[in-house]
């Protein structure tokens, strides 16, 4: 019988902290020979520890626009409303959106699969929210993937 696949992605660009028992990594992995950026949410836990759902994979098109949009975000946000900053087309019928979210007051970046098609439109569950706090590291991350995923 066949163990569990274990993850191993080509190179792991860096974490970020979301709680006690869980964390965003960003990495680059490839599929089908084309390589992309990722960011997802890993939970650690008694039952189980590694990846979950919630993630988005970037190609190099959607990296560069991202990183534009996110390197004009002051470092504190200018007021507590939420903003779409972008949508990034990924195939047809789905967009990675961009915005300024706020959850139980705290003010995040939030990417997330807009979904558009005959028999639904709306979000999807695939997604993450990085800390506003935390967007220096986030870019940082995001610039490192893009030029790992251009070669």
Do not use: C, H
Request: glycine letters at 10%; proline letters at 6%; zero cysteines.
């Amino acid at each position: 019988m066949a163990g569990a696949r274990e993850f191993k992605p080509l190179k792991e660009i860096g974490t970020l902290p979301i709680s006690d028992s869980s964390e965003l990594k960003f990495y680059v992995d490839e599929y089908k020979g084309y390589k992309y950026g990722s960011v997802r949410t890993f939970v650690k836990g008694d039952n189980y520890s590694g990846p979950t759902k919630s993630g988005v994979t970037m190609n190099p098109a959607i990296l560069e626009g991202l990183i534009g949009a996110l390197a004009k975000l002051p470092k504190e946000p200018a007021a507590l409303e939420e903003k779409e900053l972008g949508r990034f087309p990924k195939r047809m019928g789905i967009e990675l959106v961009l915005r300024i979210t706020i959850f139980k007051d705290a003010t995040g970046i939030d990417l997330r699969e807009w979904v558009e098609d005959r028999d639904y439109k709306g979000w999807s569950k695939k997604g993450v929210r990085i800390p506003y706090k935390e967007l220096p590291k986030a870019l940082d991350f995001f610039k490192e993937m893009q030029g790992l995923v251009a070669k």
